[in-house]
Structure formats: structure tokens, C-alpha cells
């Protein structure tokens, strides 16, 4: 396929362009195929020329009895699968490729989807649907070899990347407000905004999947996909970027979000809060310990359990010149072999809003207690042969009983302990049950943990 990197082309052209060069996608009408003389290739081909002539009922008939007869025959199930979206109103590929296109708006920027109405965007997400119904049994059967192999994903991977796009647009646009927090970008690299989760609730995990979708399609096209990301991405973006990184630049973000969204769909949905609100200043799993975990894939504080509760960082940098910044996990230069489970955090510097937390509750906050910042190695590469990634205000920290699931129920008992007028476990009763800095509390600062809650 051809890279299509001119800047001067507005990027929907160039990507409709490239599509319209592809050997075989989804939007591309197809000639007459050859057939062989098994019932499934000639139903095949009779499908296709029902589909010629838009005559869709005809053809996803065709199509259906095809796969019936052989379901490896992979032209039946594209065929089936192009049938089923020229089928649906508003899934032209010219017209899925401007809805994302940037537009100035009352002095803002702003786009189709935004504009569209909650109608049409239903209309275009249900229609997607029907489509990848379809599309996603044929990549099944073609990952695990079950097709003929005639026609492979790879040669619809375009056309699949524009649908799962635009099927994760019409989910960013719910939180379109908080998506200039996200990402955004200095002469560092690229950046996302973990602390945004915070605000999704409820939608989190269908936006994560929705987005991850979409990134393992942006990791099979990169050059492709990377003319649609840059509609997403906030304008800023453009000052420091320029048309040969946002390939680079959107195989890291889709990495970060498969990683993301891999974590989010193995934890319970009341747990959803432990995991993915960072640095809010709560104890938000049970331990007594406020934001104590760093995000880096490792047990930070000796309860057995990795990144909860974490501490504030607004940033991961995903590309370019890494930086120490005061809240930044800095990763390195490649963004397409970034790995959010092996972060590697060289150290830590306090955060201003920490001047005010106190992490282990022993009475001392931020600058007066380096513990709550400082490894107990310093030097990453000898945490990873010690196999301790450990704060210095953890080492002290005793965890009763040596069964997880019991600790984390009983973390789960405390954590839901909330009303500071019907308390049911007393302070004595989470220094025996948890323990962790639930030693440190005095009686005030015990009361103080219900307020905000």
C-alpha cells in the first residue's frame, strides 16, 4: 500500500486515495471473480454479481449459502461483509472519513461527529455493528487458519480500521469534553492524561474496548490510520509533530490503550475505582495508605496487589525526548515498543498537590518524609534483579494472613465502610483484619479518613 505522508493533501482525500489504490477493501467494488466449479465458489460468484448490481437481499443470500457450503471460503465472507455495508445508510467511506475531518465552529474546533445529530450517530454505531458481525467471525477463521486464504485480513485492514475508527469516535464523542485532556503533546513527545479516566464511571470499560478495537487496527495500518488519528488528537498536537511521526506517534497510543483496556477488563466492576482513579488524594482500596502505588506494573507497598490506589500522574510520555518531570512517568524514545506493564520509573519527585497528603499517614507529608518517594533501590535495573520494587515507607508495612482473595475481601470490607455515623469496623479491627497503614491512624485521623466519601 502506498504511504501517503504529503502534507498539503487535506487527510481525508489522502486517505480515500489510498483506500481507492488498495488491492482489496471493504468500500472497493470488486470485478467478477474466477470460479471454481464447488457449489461455494460458484455461489460466490453469483453473489457478487447481485452485488454488482446492488441488489444486496439477492447477494447476502448468495453469500449466506456459500459460507453454508464451505465456511473457509473466504471471498463469501468478504463478499457477505461488503454486502452488509453498502446495505447501510451512512457508512460511505468518503463520508466516514469527513465526518472526523477538523472544522472551525464558533472560534472552536470541532468536526462531524460532533455535529452529527443522536440519531444519525446511532444510525452510523448500529450499522457498524451489523457489519462487524460479520467481519469479526471472518478475522477469527483467518488468525486461527480456518480459510482458504484467498483473501487474508491484511487486505481489508484499511477498511477495517476506518469502521473500528469511527465506531470509537462516536464514543469519544460522549466524552468529547475531556478529550483535550487526554492526550496532548510538548516538545517531550506525546502524552496521556491517566487522571481523565477518573471521570468516565460507568463508561469506562466499553470506552476502552471500543478504543482497543480500534487500536489493533491501527497497529495492522499505521500509515493509514495515522491520517485518521490526526483528526482526534487536539490541535496542538501539529506544533511539535510533524507528518512522519504520527505513525509512530499512534502505534504507541494504540499500544498504551490495548494495555489499558487489557488491565480494565480483568478487574470486577466495583473494584473499577482501586485501579482507575489516580491521585485523588483517598484511600481508595482499604489499606489505610492514601495514593500509594506508582504506576509501573510492580507491588510498591507489600500487599501483594499491583497499581492500586496510585498516585497522581497526569502523563505518560510516549515519545521523543524523555524527561524527569515532577509527574511523568518517562518511557523512551520508541513509542511502537512502549510497554505500559514494564514502565520504567528512574525516580520519583514530588508533586505540589503532595505537600498537602500525607501517603502512609505516620504524620509527616511530601518534603518532610522522603520515604513515601524514594525505592529502596533507586536504580531500576537493580529493582528488577532484587525483584523489589518497594517504596521506602513499605518496608515496615505488615499485610495479615498470606491468602490473597481473603486480604483483598477484607480490603473490600473496609473500603466499603463509608458511613462514619454506622461505623462496622473499628480502627483496632483494620489493624488486625488489614493492617498496612492502618497502624500509623490515631483516632482523628481515623475519623478524618470518612470525610469526602
Known amino acids: 500500500m502506498r504511504k501517503i505522508s504529503q502534507g498539503k493533501w487535506a487527510w481525508s482525500v489522502a486517505i480515500a486515495l489510498s483506500l481507492s489504490i488498495a488491492g482489496c477493501n471493504l468500500f472497493h467494488p470488486t470485478g467478477s471473480r474466477d470460479a471454481d466449479n464447488d457449489d461455494a465458489a460458484a455461489l460466490t460468484l453469483d453473489g457478487y454479481l447481485e452485488f454488482q448490481n446492488s441488489n444486496y437481499d439477492e447477494a447476502r443470500k448468495f453469500f449466506s449459502k456459500a459460507i453454508r457450503a464451505d465456511s473457509g471460503y473466504s471471498e463469501a465472507w468478504v463478499g457477505l461483509t461488503k454486502t452488509i455495508l453498502n446495505s447501510q445508510k451512512g457508512l460511505n467511506v468518503f463520508e466516514l472519513v469527513s465526518y472526523a475531518q477538523k472544522t472551525e465552529k464558533n472560534g472552536k474546533s470541532s468536526n462531524g461527529f460532533l455535529d452529527m445529530s ?59 469534553a475531556q478529550l483535550t485532556s487526554v492526550v496532548s503533546a510538548d516538545n517531550a513527545g506525546m502524552m496521556i492524561n491517566l487522571n481523565t479516566l477518573n471521570e468516565l464511571g460507568d463508561s469506562l470499560k ?25 483528526a482526534y488528537l487536539p490541535d496542538s498536537t501539529r506544533d511539535f509533530f510533524d507528518e512522519n511521526d504520527y505513525a509512530d506517534v499512534t502505534v504507541g497510543l494504540a499500544n498504551t490503550v490495548i494495555q489499558l483496556n487489557d488491565r480494565a477488563q480483568t478487574i470486577e466492576d466495583d473494584r473499577n475505582d482501586v485501579f482507575f482513579k489516580f491521585g485523588n488524594g483517598i484511600d481508595d482500596d482499604g489499606d489505610g ?17 499491583i497499581d492500586e490506589d496510585a498516585r497522581d500522574y497526569r502523563t505518560v510520555v510516549l515519545v521523543k ?3 524527569n518531570y515532577a509527574d511523568l512517568i518517562a518511557i523512551g524514545k520508541d513509542p511502537t515498543t512502549y510497554d505500559l506493564t514494564k514502565a520504567q520509573v528512574d525516580s520519583l519527585n514530588i508533586i505540589e498537590k503532595y505537600q498537602a497528603i500525607d501517603i502512609d499517614m505516620d504524620g509527616k507529608t511530601a518534603g518532610n518524609d522522603l520515604d513515601e518517594w524514594h525505592y529502596v533501590f533507586r536504580d531500576p535495573n537493580v529493582r528488577d534483579t532484587e525483584k523489589n520494587h518497594l517504596l521506602m515507607f513499605a518496608i515496615d508495612l505488615n499485610f495479615p494472613g498470606k491468602d490473597m482473595d481473603e486480604r483483598i475481601r477484607n480490603k473490600e470490607l473496609i473500603r466499603h465502610d463509608t458511613d462514619v455515623k454506622n461505623i462496622k469496623y473499628s480502627l483496632k479491627k483494620r489493624q488486625e483484619m488489614v493492617g498496612g497503614c492502618w497502624v500509623n491512624y490515631t483516632e482523628e485521623q481515623f475519623l478524618n479518613w470518612f470525610q469526602g466519601r
Open 289 to 305: 495508605c492514601v495514593d500509594e502505588e506508582v504506576v509501573d506494573n510492580y507491588d510498591n507497598d507489600g500487599d501483594g496487589e
Open 206 to 230: 466499553p470506552f476502552l474496548n471500543d478504543m482497543a478495537a480500534a487500536a489493533e487496527a491501527i497497529k495492522t495500518s499505521p500509515e493509514s490510520a495515522a491520517e485518521i488519528i490526526k
Open 321 to 323: 525526548n524523555p524527561k
Open 118 to 176: 443522536d440519531e444519525k450517530a446511532d444510525t452510523i454505531s448500529r450499522g457498524i455493528d451489523s457489519v462487524m458481525f460479520y467481519l469479526n467471525q471472518f478475522i477469527a477463521r483467518d488468525t486461527t487458519n480456518r480459510t482458504d486464504k484467498k483473501v487474508r485480513f491484511s487486505d481489508i485492514a484499511d477498511s477495517y480500521t476506518i469502521l473500528q475508527l469511527t465506531k470509537a469516535a462516536l464514543r469519544i464523542r460522549a466524552v468529547q
